[in-house]
């Protein structure tokens, strides 16, 4: 029989995964009853995992509403990314100073197989490449605690956010920084290294707030019955 333990994190990394694959979406109500009928197990590990996912802020409750995934607005969105400047610029500057050429060698491959998902929206699937080759870079780095907190970030931006409504511009844009950031990597700049990433974000950041801010305004737009 599997322990108590191992089943709430059966449950906490399920519920992240319908999350991230939009079958959990913003604003959604979640009712545990249905999570644990759809997980097959029983309700208690999956009342517990969606407690360590609201102290995480991917899932809100509420009395007398219960669970529902809380919209990304933009005052936590700008918070969240002055956060991920603040610590990917300091990451960056340590993968700078002691990146391996195998580790330049598993970027390369990342940043090709980011380039390699195409399609006329940003998706899902390309945004988690993203993710992933951020987190690569922090891992370069050598700072262990450094990278677990950037993976939460991650998750309280991306798992929250349609990226299709991210400017198809972003593909070409992100491409463009992600070479220029390898270039910095491979040549242990580090002031050069940090200023790139610190740009990449920043723009990151503004097309990701266009997004939220135009979502916001087809909303104040919709009148019931016209």
């Not at 956010?161 to 910095?184: D, G, N, V």
Request: net charge neutral; proline share 1%.
């Amino acid at each position: 029989m599997k322990s108590a333990q191992t089943l709430v994190e059966k449950a906490y990394q399920q519920i992240k995964l319908m999350l991230l694959n939009d079958e959990l979406v913003a604003g959604q109500k979640l009712r545990y009853q249905d999570i644990a009928k759809r997980l097959e197990m029983s309700q208690t590990p999956v009342n517990l995992a969606l407690v360590r996912l609201e102290n995480e802020g991917l899932v809100h409750w509420e009395a007398n509403k219960g669970y529902s995934v809380p919209e990304l607005d933009l005052e936590e969105a700008l918070e969240l990314y002055e956060l991920r400047v603040l610590l990917e610029g300091f990451l960056v500057e340590k993968a700078a100073e002691r990146i391996s050429d195998d580790e330049l060698s598993e970027l390369r491959l990342l940043l090709d197989g980011h380039r390699s998902v195409r399609g006329e929206v940003y998706c899902r699937e390309r945004l988690w490449c993203d993710a992933r080759i951020h987190l690569a870079i922090a891992r370069y780095s050598g700072h262990k605690n450094g990278t677990v907190y950037l993976r939460q970030l991650f998750d309280r931006i991306y798992l929250r956010y349609r990226p299709e409504r991210l400017s198809i511009e972003r593909l070409s844009e992100a491409e463009h920084q992600h070479e220029e950031l390898f270039k910095a990597l491979a040549a242990h700049d580090v002031q050069q290294a940090k200023q790139v990433m610190t740009h990449h974000i920043s723009i990151g950041q503004q097309r990701m707030l266009k997004g939220i801010r135009t979502q916001v305004e087809e909303r104040s737009r919709i009148k019931l019955w016209g």
